[in-house]
């Protein structure tokens, strides 16, 4: 056996510094392009997903409001006592509900209510929250424009304040019907 070693003497070249600083220049004009539309994208994006949530609150709340028809509390809004024993009065939270897959979803004219009528009765919020699938990892929940109910994406967490006055608009509201107001659902974008 006869073994033959080639040596191989080729010269490696790298960058030249000229070329390495034209490639960065290249790199920061695309960026400085493309960051204003990336931060619209993200813009549009957020705007997208707050609607498809204030959609998903709507088509739940028809539902709803056609089984609050059928169990015959569309219209109540409210009753004394045991409300003559009915099927879907809680007595112990003193709200008209349904059966939403186990959760007990309060209703009011036929409408899912948001939040109690007090800031201590968090139950009627949470088992909004839950119904509608509005995490706390994706949102915090306040109070939107005239008392409605606000769900802001988790990132706008410091504008709570901004939102209620009316000062910073990126959120769904909903308002459940009560004498005062009419029931709605929308999605607020303005500041996305």
Sequence with gaps: MKYTIVS?????????????VIVIIILGILSVIAAP???SLSSEAQTSSLEGVAGSI????????SK???DGIADKQDCDGTCNNHPNWDRNVGYFYVDVSGTRLYVSSGYPMAAGTSQSDTIVEDN???VMGLSDEDFVFGTGANGSF???PKKFADKLADIQSEKFKCHVEYRSPVPAYSYYVRAVTDDC
Excluded: P, R
């Design 8 to 20: 191989s003497n080729k010269l490696q070249q790298g960058f030249t510094l000229i070329e390495l």
């Design 150 to 152: 606000a769900a802001v």
């Design 37 to 39: 539309k990336f931060l």
């Design 68 to 70: 609050t028809q059928i």
């Design 128 to 130: 909004f929250t839950t």
């Design 58 to 65: 709507a088509s739940m709340n028809q539902i709803v409001h």
